[in-house]
């Protein structure tokens, strides 16, 4: 699978077909990204799915300089559905709650009480941790805070006052405990319990926003103003918004009177600025099906423009239909997601080309199928054959468990290997199949159908 939300494979798709397009140096610019681990890594995948997908419906010019001498990300002249032509000039922008993440550090509060535990020999499954949270600031323009403090802070604290307590629990470790921490703005609680056979967490949600202008999104919007300013005024001004891990474009996030949504920031991130005309909202939907194990991934798209009596000239009924249909056209063109936005950001951040297909494998009438980066990786050195069989389930010593072993033992060997490209997986399948058995290692036997003559054995006297 790719570390991405779309897979690589797809990524160098619309890399190729850029390259008639972008100069060698902007391109370079967002491949050079798309390679470093990091948090540049996403915003970069969506600079160039959208910047492929944007050249496909109309004529593409990127980073061309503005008066003030900004580059917005794309200046785009189409002619729409019904003949008029039209100019879009707009920035591409992706929203994270890494800012919210690194002021809320429960994730480092896990980590640490996991090591911790870990250190003095006990189950890291059996303990637990409450976070005190709650809301600063006036009703509606607030935001949400976790009473914890940063996180060099926070690891220094544990060590400190956590170390002590973890350290008598190893005394009776069949014995449940409780730890509880209030001082100077700091309050959480941490349980024990050798019943436990999972690790639990629980916090206030502080990924939702308390306040129309103090979240991530608008935050976002707002860094891209002075691209677009002066953009010509015959330009339609477009800020695209992508999902870069943010609750906020979530369907699943729920809003309270106390909270708002997406579309409600985009809407007053307009109100307050008339420079721009459209906000384009894109996120990635992601669907369990439980009955077999698998999740389906579909783009979604969100329309915020200004309210009828405070629109520009330039919006007329005809020139926001034209918009509506070049954006849906555009979104078409996208290549399909494979992961969500949350799970590509972390991966984002490692090293490497992401996961394979490892451990999964499909058999049928004497064919084997399994992952050819997982078995190049076996072959190159880079993975154990203890890895490679613990990765199938392959290494509990019951031969029949190994539908290669079975082969072997059969006396049946490779015909032929076939390579069939699985295509978003970032990987392809590596078929063996197999032939009847084969006298170089198994026992010799009389040929298929022979009839055994009768009389034939012993002849005496």
Not at 329 to 349: F, H, M
Request: charged content about 25%; hydrophobic content about 40%.
């Amino acid at each position: 699978m790719s570390n991405f939300v779309f897979s690589r494979r797809a990524l160098q798709k619309s890399i190729n077909r850029l390259s008639a397009i972008l100069e060698k140096c902007q391109l370079a610019s967002i491949v050079d990204r798309l390679n470093r681990a990091g948090d540049a890594r996403l915003p970069a995948m969506w600079e160039l799915v959208l910047l492929d997908a944007l050249s496909q419906v109309g004529t593409l010019r990127h980073e061309v300089q503005l008066s003030n001498g900004s580059r917005p990300d794309f200046e785009l002249t189409v002619t729409a559905f019904n003949g008029e032509c039209i100019q879009i000039v707009g920035d591409i922008t992706t929203v994270s709650d890494a800012g919210l993440d690194e002021q809320n550090p429960v994730k480092s509060l896990s980590t640490e009480l996991t090591r911790l535990a870990l250190k003095a020999g006990l189950n890291p499954n059996h303990f637990g941790y409450d976070v005190r949270g709650g809301r600063i600031g006036d009703f509606r323009d607030a935001k949400v805070k976790l009473f914890l403090p940063m996180k060099g802070e926070l690891v220094a604290l544990m060590l400190r006052e956590v170390t002590p307590w973890i350290r008598r629990l190893t005394i009776s470790p069949q014995q449940s405990d409780r730890f509880e921490y209030a001082a100077q703005g700091v309050n959480f609680t941490l349980t024990y319990d050798p019943r436990q056979r999972f690790a639990r967490g629980g916090y206030l949600c502080y990924n939702v926003a308390a306040s129309l202008d103090k979240n991530p999104l608008f935050g976002a919007l707002k860094g891209k103003l002075k691209q677009l300013r002066h953009a010509p005024h015959e330009s339609i001004r477009l800020i695209i918004a992508c999902d870069g891990g943010t609750a906020m474009l979530k369907d699943s996030v729920l809003h309270s009177g106390s909270t708002f949504n997406a579309r409600e920031v985009a809407a007053d991130f307009l109100r307050q600025n008339s420079s721009i005309d459209a906000i384009l909202l894109v996120t990635v939907i992601e669907t369990g099906r439980p009955l077999d194990c698998t999740t389906t991934y579909q783009m979604k798209c969100d329309w915020v423009i200004r309210p009828p009596q405070s629109r520009s000239s330039r919006m007329t009924t005809k020139a926001i239909a034209s918009l509506e249909g070049v954006m849906r056209e555009t979104i078409k063109c996208l290549p399909q997601p494979v992961r969500s936005p949350y799970n590509a950001a972390n991966r984002c951040r490692e090293r490497g080309c992401g996961p394979d297909m490892i451990g999964g494998y499909r058999m049928s009438n004497g064919r084997i199928s399994l992952s050819s980066r997982a078995l190049q990786r076996l072959l190159a050195g880079d993975l154990t054959v203890d890895e490679f069989m613990a990765a199938h389930d392959w290494n509990n010593k019951v031969p029949t468990d190994n539908p290669f072993a079975r082969m072997s033992h059969s006396g049946r060997m490779i015909s032929t290997i076939d390579v069939e490209n699985a295509e978003d997986k970032d990987d392809d399948w590596l078929t063996f199949n197999f032939g009847p058995p084969d006298p170089a290692v198994a026992p010799f036997h009389l040929p298929t159908g022979l009839v055994p003559v009768a009389g034939s054995g012993d002849r005496s006297g």
